[in-house]
């Protein structure tokens, strides 16, 4: 394993050892909680340009499963085609591991990839700076070419042009009430999530104008970055909303874009939500649920119109988790209903959107 060293846009600064795919790297140093979901998170294209911090100490124990696809080319393991984080780092990695759908180990799949994973860094006092500093930009550089210095962008990029399709995907052709999904950075289980529901699915690029095609809901998606890096998406979504009163649905940044087209802004959280313990109440009950999040951003809801209300609240720090039209079918959560190695208390949404069709 080569050396490395992990320096953050303030100075501070940690020691570890490669065990990925040896090239420097730079992004937004992040941090999740969970406890497992490795293979999810790393390709979970919401985590585009960001290096991935997991607070669980032993990681790559259970390996990778394989990239097998369905009938519908849809992942069975993973949440899309390939890794997208652009780094994974971790306190003590797992060279052995032990399950039995694994077939490879995870250094060996970065590898493939050619995405970098340290190790050996005290991720507990990584985590605390961020907590205490904020998420910042970092860097991740091998001792053995310190003139190799990597550099990268975070704010005001466009990561959702980025991972977004490119062309018009059908999914289940035929099956019923159609449903328009705009694809900001969609994990694969939200769209099996709404084939196992029995409606055919419309996957479009994130600044796609669907407003004269024909469809019963449209669905917003998760996705990477700034939500104000979207306006397209949004201006389509108010369009929309201006036309008639169809179905809409929105997940994580899907909920910020619905939000700002109902006229709220977006703010960025200190260090964000990323895990599967999320605490939310549903408002107006002492109804509460554990969710998976993954999400930098949040909305600033005293900006919303008259006729729009909160739906969620987060239970640790009171943040926006959901909004929901007084009126129309227009709804959304920050969370992700359809967490796959999280969670799925929350599920239900995936119904109430159906019934709405």
Request: hydrophobic share 35%; charged share 20%; net charge negative.
């Amino acid at each position: 394993m080569k050396k490395v060293t992990l320096t953050l846009s303030d100075g501070t600064t940690f020691r570890g050892k490669s065990f990925g795919y040896d090239a420097p790297v730079a992004g937004e140093v992040v941090f999740n909680t969970a406890m497992m979901g490795y293979p999810e998170s790393l390709t979970d294209p919401s985590y585009a340009g960001q290096l991935m911090t997991l607070t669980f100490p032993l990681v790559g124990n259970y390996g990778v499963p394989p990239f097998s696809f369905d009938s519908q080319s849809i992942p069975h393991f993973m949440e899309s085609d390939k890794i997208y984080a652009s780094a994974i780092i971790v306190a003590d990695y797992s060279e052995e591991y032990s399950h039995w759908n694994a077939v490879e180990s995870l250094s060996d799949w970065l590898k493939r990839e050619h995405v970098v994973g340290i190790t050996g860094i005290d991720t507990r006092h990584l985590t605390k700076v961020l907590r205490e500093q904020g998420v910042m930009m970092g860097k991740i550089i091998f001792d053995e070419e310190p003139n190799h210095i990597p550099n990268a962008d975070y704010e005001g990029v466009n990561f959702v042009s980025q991972v977004s399709c490119k062309e018009i995907i059908h999914y289940n052709e035929g099956a019923g009430k159609k449903v328009m999904l705009v694809d900001c950075g969609v994990k694969a289980n939200i769209i099996r999530c709404l084939i196992n529901r029995g409606v055919e699915v419309i996957r479009v690029p994130w600044n796609y104008d669907y407003t004269n095609d024909e469809f019963d809901g449209l669905f917003l998606t998760n996705g990477p970055g700034d939500p104000d890096m979207c306006e397209e998406t949004v201006e389509i979504v108010r369009k929309q909303m201006n036309k008639s009163r169809k179905p809409i649905c929105g997940i994580c940044m899907g909920n910020q874009l619905l939000a700002k087209a109902a006229g709220a802004s977006i703010y960025k959280l200190k260090y964000g939500h990323r895990s599967h313990n999320q605490p939310v109440r549903l408002v107006g009950t002492n109804l509460c649920f554990i969710t998976s999040q993954n999400h930098g951003y949040a909305v600033q809801t005293y900006g919303l119109g008259n006729d729009w209300e909160e739906l969620f609240v987060n239970m640790n720090d009171g943040s926006n988790e959901g909004i929901k039209h007084k009126e129309n079918p227009w709804f959304s959560t920050q969370f992700h209903p359809e967490a796959c190695s999280g969670p799925t208390d929350t599920e239900f949404i995936f119904d109430q959107f159906i019934n709405s069709l």
